[in-house]
């Protein structure tokens, strides 16, 4: 079963990602969070895409295409967490599940407007060993835990990728609306509420 995860950056991708793999076995595969492990292990992917991801903007479609061909899981529960982010990305995604008889069964769209976006990526914080994300004030980290600010969560950078999002991505609702598997889920509400609807357009107990 292949969800993806659609919504600008800040939505809580990550946040009910994260929940469902610990609760409900899903397989997080987050595009992000494999384009930072490169660049921290210094790859020749990392190296390329640190450019952009420091500038806000998309890495290039052959890149993530081929990252993404060798750690698609051939089973089980996935989530695809930021990925595909442009129409080119979503046809090869097709043209690879339909090589190996399998879809995309459910996008979830995560609806939110700009400003609670832009307040959830600025208090963005991450543990470093885990992963595992905070917010300094909607989701505080343990006391003791040391946490750190992505490199792309500063103001300039927030306004292009919310730009990015705008004109690259945005056009994968039609996208997916017109295969007719589209839900959307009002990201908005408490990460509790988030998770009840997600689970029940899923039709999850
Ligand atoms: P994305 O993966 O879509 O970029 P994240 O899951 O990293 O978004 O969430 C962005 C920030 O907002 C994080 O600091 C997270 O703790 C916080 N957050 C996520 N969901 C909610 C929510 N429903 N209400 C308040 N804060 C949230
Ligand atoms: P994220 O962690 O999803 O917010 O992604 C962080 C950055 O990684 C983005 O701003 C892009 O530079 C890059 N990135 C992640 N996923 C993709 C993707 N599917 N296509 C292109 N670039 C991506």
């Known amino acids: 079963m292949i969800v993806v995860f659609l919504g600008p950056p800040g939505a809580g991708k ?4 994260q929940r469902l793999a610990s609760e409900k076995g899903f397989i997080h595969i987050s595009t992000g969070d494999l384009l930072r ?4 292990r210094g790859t020749l992917l990392g190296l390329k895409a640190k450019e952009y991801m420091d500038r806000g903007e998309l890495v290039p479609d052959d890149l993530i295409v081929a990252m993404i061909k060798e750690k698609l899981p051939k089973e089980g529960r996935v989530i695809l967490d930021g ?10 995604l097709d043209k690879m599940l339909e090589e190996i008889n399998d879809k995309v069964e459910k996008v979830i769209l ?18 470093p060993k885990t992963g595992k994300v905070y917010h300094i004030k909607y989701n505080p980290p ?5 946490v750190i600010q992505r490199d792309d969560d500063r103001e300039e950078v927030i306004k292009k990728r919310l ?19 589209l839900e959307v889920v009002d990201a908005s509400q408490s990460p509790d ?8 357009k899923l039709g999850i107990s």
Do not use: H
Request: aromatic letters at 8%; hydrophobic letters at 30%.
């Open 193 to 200: 509420e988030v998770y009840r609807e997600i689970l029940t």
């Open 14 to 17: 990550g946040t009910q990602a």
């Open 142 to 146: 343990p006391k003791g835990l040391k």
């Open 163 to 181: 730009e990015v999002y705008r004109k690259q991505t945005q056009p994968l609702v039609d996208y997916y609306r017109q295969k007719g598997n």
């Open 37 to 40: 492990e490169a660049v921290k």
């Open 110 to 127: 995560f609806e939110v407007p700009d400003e609670i976006v832009i307040e959830r990526l600025s208090g963005r914080r991450i543990d």
């Open 83 to 92: 990925f595909p982010r442009t129409v080119n990305q979503a046809q090869a």
